[in-house]
C-alpha cells in the first residue's frame, strides 16, 4: 500500500448545524458525524478534504490523539539468562554438632497447658478458678528467672538465711 492509502484525518464536529442551510448539515452527516463533538478518523483524500472546507465553520481537522505514557512502556521486560559466576567457599563446612549449637533456644521456656481434667485433679487452688492469659505468663517468666538463676554454693537464699542468724 502506498502512503497515501494509509494517512488518515480526524475530524471532528464543533458547530450545530441550526441554523445552516440544509446542503451543509447533509455534508456534515455524509462525513459519518453523527453527534456534536464526535471525532471520526476518514482517509485523507481530496474528496475528504474538498467536503471539509465547504463547512469549516462546522467541522476542524484536529490531530491524531497520542498514546499514554503508561502504554509506551512494556508491561514486561525479559532479560536473556545471565551465568553467575560460582564464588569459592570461604570457611569449612560445619559439622553437624556445630551446626546445632548455632540453633538458639527459646527465650522463655513454653510450658504445656495442662488439661482441665489435670487442673482439677492436681490443682493447687479451687477447681473452679480460671486463670487469665496475663497471670499464665506471669508463671512462666517467674518459673523461667527461677531456673536461670545460678545456685548459691553455701546454700543460702539471696541473704535472707544471714539475716535470720
Known sequence: MSDKAQRTIRIKWVRSG???????????????????????????????RGLVAKVPHLVTIVEAPTKPAWKLVPEYTIYPTQAVPSKPDETALESPVAQAEKIEAP????????????????????????????????EIVRSAQEDSQPANPSGEENGSSAQSQ
Open 18 to 48: 441550526i441554523g445552516f442551510s440544509y446542503h451543509q448539515k447533509r455534508i456534515v452527516q455524509s462525513l459519518g458525524l453523527k453527534k456534536l463533538n464526535q471525532e471520526v478518523e476518514r482517509p485523507d483524500t481530496p474528496q475528504i
Open 107 to 138: 527465650a522463655f521456656p513454653v510450658a504445656p497447658v495442662p488439661s482441665p481434667a489435670e487442673e482439677s485433679a492436681g490443682g493447687a487452688g479451687d477447681a473452679t478458678t480460671v486463670k487469665s492469659g496475663i497471670e499464665r505468663h506471669a
